[in-house]
């Protein structure tokens, strides 16, 4: 943005809300926002970029009717299909450590990663699963005490009270962070997004509804996720000659949770695809219907891998922006 | 907010080697001084200050939730509050229409007389309400005002921190990492302030 703002010809409204894509005949003329006192301004454009994140870009195209909205049932329109979260799991062992760790000291750079399990690569078929997934440990913040006091493993009866207190000085900076597990996350035909037809934001205008839940592959991968993580919480314990706790009941079967963090990467919805029957946008961002309407982000994969998603998101942006500048503006029209 | 008279809440204070030395009376911003008698010392029965060191009430954690419920949060500022309200699965989260000021109310007036009671008849109490959203709020805010940044008003003088050996927002470790692999890296405690050197703006002082 600083290297941008150095432009005569560019300026930045902060604190603006778009409202709608306005277009005619195939044809994106520009939005129309709302600004920080509450005007309603209507901003013309030749190219319109819509770069919302996953939720945001499906509405606005929803809202702006730009596109067929998915319908799940008779598996036609493509707005809103293959919506995909990851598959996330951690280790069920908990260690602690004899001595402090200095756990605030830690930053991303001390973290690790292994793709030994990533996609399809050294998967048990007893696992019955498609896919794996990625395990690592990044943990940048560190031990904060607010996120990290009270974890008491066999250690008091109540979550609360004089017993926990004592016990919790014991081991806030003495447990090793389990492994966590990052599994890719497959399309379903009853995973997607439409506009919801009871709440609407302050200006009256539908939220997004997202229709997503876990499948039975989606169970097996949290068994084989938290079931690799505490193999790796286990070693760390035996190396560093410590007792690794782990949990005698089994794992128990998860819905999916909108109320728990469970990374940001909610991906599809956009996606792009080799024909606009199946996706909404081409290989280059483009809209398959709008030629002047590029849409960016994750919202554009299909399938939701296990790494993390921005170093592709940037990729294929830049690739995008390449394909604005070097063709689409030489020749305005459909690039594929 | 209704317009009534200043209410106080009183504050242990200590000197260097926990000596107590005088009581502070803080303004409070949107409790009663009875309600947040309530709130001290069922704080205090969370976190109490016992052998293993100071607790909820020595840090004010008192003061930080009366912040927390003055400002932006109290009032539900960033939680979607558009009706319908509708019963929901425990995966969607809190779908109750109660803001957080109205939990803590209710959750108050259910308390009845707590600070008459002996600490054993208050943990009783307590367990009867452990598994309430107020009670679960009572201790995350507990956790928070033990640990925040003094800056909003709970872990006052950084006890929380120094109890812990949290040494506060420092920016990096680069030369203390590897000298202190195996060893505990404990120092007094510095707040934002101190690091940055300038008062900083609070979100719960924002006024809408």
Not at chain 1, 252 to 277: K, L, P
Not at chain 2, 90 to 105: C, M, S
Not at chain 2, 189 to 194: G, N, R, T, V
Request: glycine share 10%; with cysteine.
């Amino acid at each position: 943005m600083p290297v941008l703002q150095k432009r005569k010809n560019f300026s930045i409204r902060n604190n603006a809300n778009v409202r709608r894509i306005i277009h005619r005949d195939a044809r994106a003329e520009g939005v129309t926002y709302i600004d920080e006192k509450g005007e309603e301004h209507l901003q013309p454009a030749n190219i319109v970029v819509l770069a919302a994140w996953t939720p945001q870009n499906t509405r606005l195209l929803l809202l702006s009717k730009i596109g067929a909205p998915y319908d799940p049932q008779t598996g036609k329109g493509t707005l809103g299909r293959n919506l995909t979260h990851q598959v996330a799991a951690a280790s069920r062992a908990l260690v602690v450590s004899d001595k402090p760790l200095n756990g605030f000291m830690v930053s991303g750079a001390v973290g690790y990663s292994f793709a030994d399990f990533d996609g399809d690569r050294n998967l048990d078929p007893a696992w019955r699963i498609l896919r794996g997934g990625t395990f690592n440990r990044g943990a940048p913040p560190g031990s904060l005490p607010i996120a990290t006091f009270g974890r008491t493993p066999g250690l008091s009866k109540r979550d609360w009270g004089s017993e926990w207190k004592k016990a919790s000085i014991q081991t806030w900076d003495r447990i090793i962070s389990g492994s966590g597990f990052r599994g890719d996350h497959l399309a379903y035909r009853q995973n997607y997004m439409d506009l919801d037809p009871t709440y609407t934001d302050k200006y009256g205008d539908p939220l997004l509804r997202m229709t997503l839940d876990w499948t039975e592959h989606e169970q097996r991968q949290f068994e084989f996720g938290s079931r690799i993580a505490t193999e790796v919480s286990k070693a760390v314990a035996r190396v560093a000659g410590l007792k690794a706790i782990e949990p005698n009941r089994p794992l128990e079967r998860r819905r999916y949770n909108a109320s728990q963090y469970n990374t940001t990467h909610i991906q599809g919805g956009v996606i792009m695809g080799s024909s606009s029957d199946r996706s909404v946008l081409n290989p280059w961002l483009q809209h398959w219907q709008v030629p002047n309407l590029w849409i960016t982000g994750s919202c554009a994969f299909p399938q939701n891998s296990s790494a993390n998603p921005t170093l592709s998101i940037v990729a294929i942006t830049i690739r995008a922006a390449d394909a604005i500048v070097e063709r689409y503006l030489k020749h305005e029209g459909p690039l594929a | 907010m209704r317009i009534r008279r200043r209410e106080f809440i009183s504050i242990p204070v200590y000197a260097l080697g926990s000596q107590l030395v005088g009581r502070a009376e803080v303004p409070l911003r949107f409790f009663t001084a009875a309600e947040a008698e309530v709130i001290q010392a069922a704080s205090a029965r969370i976190f109490p200050s016992d052998e293993n060191g100071p607790g909820a009430t020595e840090a004010g954690v008192v003061i930080y939730i009366d912040r927390q419920l003055a400002g932006p949060y109290g009032r539900d500022k960033y939680r979607y509050t558009k009706g319908p309200w509708v019963e929901s699965v425990p995966e969607h989260g809190y779908q109750g229409k109660e803001n957080p000021r109205q939990i803590y109310r209710q959750g108050i007036e259910k308390l009845g007389n707590f600070v008459t009671l002996t600490h054993e008849q208050q943990d009783e109490r307590l367990m009867g309400i452990e598994n309430t959203m107020f009670f679960r709020l009572l201790r995350t805010h507990t956790i928070e005002g033990m640990f925040c940044d003094p800056m909003h008003g709970g872990n006052r003088d950084m006890v929380g921190w120094k109890l812990i050996g949290f040494p506060g927002p420092v920016m990096s470790y680069r030369d203390e990492l590897e000298p202190f692999l195996g060893k505990p890296y404990r120092v007094k405690p510095k707040s934002l302030e101190q690091i940055v050197g300038h008062p900083v703006k609070v979100m719960e002082d924002e006024k809408d």
